[in-house]
T-cell receptor, first 111, second 117 residues
Framework: EDQVTQSPEALRLQEGESSSLNCSYT??????LFWYRQDPGKGPEFLFT???AGEEKEKERLKATLTKKESFLHITAPKPEDSATYLC????????????FGPGTSLSVIP | GAVVSQHPSRVICKSGTSVKIECRSL??????MFWYRQFPKKSLMLMAT?????????EQGVEKDKFLINHASLTLSTLTVTSAHPEDSSFYIC?????????????FGDGTRLSIL
């Protein structure tokens, strides 16, 4: 059964303290691995798509990487506005649209 | 970019009432629309997938007669919670996908907070 897990469940960082969020996946024939950001009371906002092991994507203080079993979201020198829940999701080649979401990591960045 | 509008953002109603939630893709044609339910501090739980002009495909454990989904056009899908009860209170989120955006499989609305008294 396809599955996506994330760790840690929650993370508190001081402003400027870099860290990484982990996403482990078992998706048969992975077509894409996606990262979303979700603010309270809002829908998820798309961040990145990764397609193959070794691929990296960057956006401001965020960098996403992908291996054959995991993806990492690295946050460099975070700011309070980076506080949100970060969701990881995987899609298999057999399903273009349907994705499997992980439980998310709730990130709090303290000034 | 692709924008999905969901309405209403919040609804409070009495037990036994039916509630309709709309999901519109504003600047693209949605090949497929998805409806999710999200409990506090939990991830998204897929309820159903709908393609324009077809019957929705419901996930296991989701009552078809309780959660009616209509996808009448390529830009509009509706979710109707029939005879809602307090246990149906939740955050409902829709998303839409299009072959015009192959790198971003789903575009999300901002959700509807449903509270049944």
């Amino acid at each position: 059964e396809d599955q996506v897990t994330q760790s840690p469940e929650a993370l508190r960082l001081q402003e400027g303290e870099s860290s990484s969020l982990n996403c482990s996946y078992t998706v048969s024939g992975l077509r894409g691995l996606f990262w979303y950001r979700q603010d309270p009371g809002k829908g998820p906002e798309f961040l990145f798509t990764l397609y193959s092991a070794g691929e990296e994507k960057e956006k401001e203080r965020l960098k996403a990487t992908l291996t054959k079993k995991e993806s990492f979201l690295h946050i460099t020198a975070p700011k309070p506005e980076d506080s949100a829940t970060y969701l990881c999701a995987g899609a298999s080649k057999t399903s273009y649209d349907k994705v499997i979401f992980g439980p998310g990591t709730s990130l709090s960045v303290i000034p | 970019g692709a924008v999905v509008s969901q309405h209403p953002s919040r609804v409070i109603c009495k037990s036994g009432t039916s509630v309709k939630i709309e999901c519109r893709s504003l600047d693209f044609q949605a090949t497929t629309m998805f409806w999710y339910r999200q409990f506090p501090k939990k991830s998204l739980m897929l309820m159903a997938t709908s393609n324009e002009g077809s019957k929705a495909t419901y996930e296991q454990g989701v009552e078809k007669d309780k959660f009616l989904i209509n996808h009448a056009s390529l830009t509009l899908s509706t979710l109707t919670v029939t005879s809602a009860h307090p246990e149906d209170s939740s955050f409902y989120i829709c998303s839409a996908s299009s072959y015009e955006s192959p790198n971003q499989p789903q575009h999300f609305g901002d959700g509807t907070r449903l509270s049944i008294l």
